[in-house]
Nanobody, 125 residues
Framework: QVQLVESGGGLVRPGDSLRLSCAAS????????MGWFRQAPGKEREFVAA????????YYVDSVRGRFTISRGSARNTVSLQMNSLKPEDTAVYYC??????????????????WGQGTQVTVSS
């Protein structure tokens, strides 16, 4: 089992920045893909970004490319999502996810085995 705990959400104004962190514990694996998904009220869960634990290759949904950066944290088994130039449409609950069988389907929530509890990000003036 793997436990994921997110932190760093909050209320910010359009154009502001926010950094989310995800700490993984338990039986983590170097084969994992770590991802961030988000879900806005009344909408389906949406892929945001992912990173391969080995090699560090990153992936982004087009709507956040150039504004968000996913990275492996300085602390062991942590992943961060740096969010810049935030927009009201970025408002959602953000979830950290991990999976060892994601393969090339990094955008598919079904491929991830473990999920955090979510952290609220609200962008409003």
């Amino acid at each position: 089992q793997v436990q994921l705990v997110e932190s760093g959400g909050g209320l910010v104004r359009p154009g502001d920045s926010l950094r989310l962190s995800c700490a993984a514990s338990g039986r983590t694996s170097s084969t994992y893909v770590m991802g961030w998904f988000r879900q806005a009220p009344g909408k389906e869960r949406e892929f945001v970004a992912a990173i391969r634990w080995t090699g560090g290759m990153t992936y982004y949904v087009d709507s956040v490319r150039g504004r968000f950066t996913i990275s492996r944290g300085s602390a062991r088994n942590t992943v961060s999502l740096q969010m810049n130039s935030l927009k009201p449409e970025d408002t959602a609950v953000y979830y950290c996810a991990a999976g060892s069988r994601v393969g090339g389907s990094y955008y598919d929530a079904v491929k991830y085995d473990y999920w955090g509890q979510g952290t609220q990000v609200t962008v409003s003036s």
